[in-house]
């Protein structure tokens, strides 16, 4: 079936570690996306990328880092300049229409101890 | 700039019951409209978007919304709710006449329906 993975699902780092999150999709999409989810606030939009090799910041991108290395694969990077990384974070795909939907994976929730 | 308002936190309504969650919007050009369902620690699941046309939408889970340009509103309904609907509902907009990459979410509403 297709669909997006996320790994992990759940994540525990020390301060000061960077950490990395998964996203695969197989549904053939061009564009993906990563959000953080807190409490009450809704989505935030972190990075987005169109097509392989080209990403775009969003609201919140300081201390996240992302590549786009193939159409597939989207990874998220938390570095540790990130303030207040605890959070979930959710990753999405779209087809490049102007109706497309985001289709979301499951998340992962990070954890800093 | 884009926005998007749920005006409740929290909406509680009897199995059975008729529901309602409202959201407003804001944007500059011709706005196309989302729902979202969340369930506990999971992703987003689509349930119907507007996109132009007639303005009562239709979507997964017999749930509905109504597209109201003059109210900026675009509501989710539900004739009859399930405890099953129980969950967490955001509401987003992309405006596509500025050429906008992003969806701007709603801050969500929880949904309680009592058995």
């Known amino acids: 079936d297709g669909g997006i993975t996320q790994s992990p699902k759940y994540l525990f780092r020390k301060e000061g570690q960077n950490v990395t999150l998964s996203c695969e999709q197989n549904?053939?999409?061009?564009?993906m996306y990563w959000y953080r989810q807190d409490p009450g606030q809704g989505l935030r939009l972190i990075y987005y990328?169109?097509?392989?090799?080209?990403?775009q910041k969003g609201d919140i991108a300081e201390g996240y880092s992302v590549s786009r290395e193939k159409k597939e694969s989207f990874p998220l990077t938390v570095t540790s300049a990130q303030k207040n990384p605890t959070a979930f974070y959710l990753c999405?795909?779209?087809?490049?229409?102007?109706?497309?939907?985001?289709?979301f994976g499951e998340g992962s929730r990070l954890t800093v101890l | 700039a884009q926005s998007v308002a749920q005006p409740e936190d929290q909406v509680n309504v009897a199995e059975g019951n008729p529901l309602t969650v409202k959201c407003t919007y804001s944007?500059?050009?011709?706005?196309?409209l989302f729902w979202y369902v969340q369930y506990p620690n999971r992703g987003l699941q689509f349930l119907l978007k507007y996109i132009t046309g007639d303005n009562l939408v239709k979507g997964s889970y017999g749930f509905e919304a109504e597209f109201n340009k003059s109210q900026t509103s675009f509501h989710l309904k539900k004739p009859s709710a399930l405890v099953s609907d129980s969950a967490l509902y955001f509401c987003?907009?992309?405006?596509?006449?500025?050429?906008?990459?992003?969806?701007?979410f709603g801050p969500g509403t929880r949904l309680s329906v009592l058995p």
């Open positions: 987003a907009v992309r405006d596509l006449d500025n050429y906008g990459q992003n969806f701007v």
């Open positions: 549904l053939n999409h061009d564009a």
């Open positions: 999405a795909s779209r087809r490049e229409t102007n109706t497309g939907e985001l289709f």
């Open positions: 990328s169109q097509i392989v090799n080209d990403f």
């Open positions: 944007v500059s050009g011709n706005p196309y």
